[in-house]
């Protein structure tokens, strides 16, 4: 059997810890991080940050790009959401069907992975598991170095090239070995434990399901999800209210051409996204939440400038709608 393994990476602790087992034993390992738009708020600083837990723990990586094939499970997982909507059982399965590809594109021996049995409640049951080891069709080639004692034989352990009495039997929720194994390899870039992605986040979830029932997911209007407070006008509208410095530049970053944007003119404040049916109506009410959100002192004599073009600019006169039905209005 070859040697070789393709590690998952995800720049936790559990995924940097399996990779070093294995690579104790001489293994030569390869870490692949998979990517996807709801890894984090700001994937540039994520990536960096998982290169540098890589880095330290000496394991090569390459990022993949999954965002697409993810789309597909999010609309419809076989095996359902977590407690938001975080498909994490059909995510994984993705994420070691690609790796079974690589495995074989890298003429590597197998996959190994950080889950530990029964650290989570959804994707790391000892039933889910078992789904994901076959529903991945690795069957046989997929250890779990942390857990491997207490889970089947795996084809490499079976064959000698894995030394299975090395092998761990982490389990449950615990993290007390796993901060020890930490300082033995001496590992301190790894994440902090948390929930996951931005999934498993409850306002962000609630934004997400907005845009699945408004069947408006796709991935200029989920990349406008991580900036801003989200207000829906109509099926087809939405309007994205800035919150602060970093909210603005991401708005104004991700403006479309037919989008229209709004601030206030003279008085530094949010900026306003206005994405879908961009009538006049629309418009209005996109500037009456400016004025409802913005801290000016003058909102009596406020006027907004609105644009598609920067060198187009209206003007319009807001009235600062009403604390009811911004909460009706807000997603
Ligand atoms: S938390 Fe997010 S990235 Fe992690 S397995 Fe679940 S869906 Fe996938």
């Given at each position: 059997m070859k040697k070789k393994a393709i590690a998952l990476v995800s720049g936790g602790l559990d995924s940097l810890l399996a990779a070093k087992v294995i690579m104790e034993q001489g293994i030569p390992v390869e870490g692949v991080v998979f990517l996807m738009q709801?890894?984090?708020?700001?994937i540039r600083e994520f990536t960096e940050r998982v290169r540098q837990s890589a880095n330290e723990a000496n394991i090569p990586i390459k990022f993949i790009d999954m965002s697409e094939e993810f789309l597909g499970v999010l609309r419809s997982p076989d095996h359902g959401y977590g407690a938001n909507l975080n498909p994490c059982i059909d995510c994984k399965i993705l994420m070691l069907k690609l790796a079974k590809d690589i495995m074989k594109k890298e003429n590597a021996g197998f996959v190994i992975t950080g889950e530990v049995l029964g650290e989570r409640p959804m994707s790391q049951r000892k039933g889910a598991l078992d789904i994901i080891r076959k529903r991945s069709s690795l069957d046989g080639y997929l250890l779990r170095p942390l857990s491997a004692k207490l889970l089947e034989k795996t084809v490499p352990e079976a064959e000698g090239v894995v030394d299975r009495s090395r092998l761990l039997d982490l389990s449950g929720r615990g993290r007390s070995k796993q901060l020890a194994l930490a300082k033995k390899y001496s590992l301190t870039k790894f994440f902090a434990p948390s929930g996951g992605c931005l999934l498993t986040d409850k306002i962000f979830a609630r934004k997400l399901k907005d845009l699945i029932d408004s069947d408006a997911l796709d991935p200029h209007n989920i990349a406008l999800l991580k900036w801003g407070r989200h207000f829906r006008l109509d099926k087809a509208t939405k309007t994205i209210v800035g919150r602060d410095e970093k909210d603005n530049m991401g708005i104004l970053e991700l403006k479309h051409r037919k989008d229209v944007l709004l601030r206030l003119k003279d008085d530094p404040g949010p900026y306003v996204l206005l994405r879908g049916n961009v009538s006049f109506k629309n418009i209005k009410k996109a500037a009456d939440l400016l004025l409802a959100h913005s801290k000016s002192k003058?909102?009596?004599?406020a006027i907004v400038e609105y644009w598609t073009k920067e060198e187009n600019k209206k003007e319009l006169k807001p009235c600062a709608m009403d604390r009811e039905k911004i909460d009706r209005l807000r997603i």
């Open positions: 709801f890894a984090s708020r700001d003058r909102k009596s004599d």
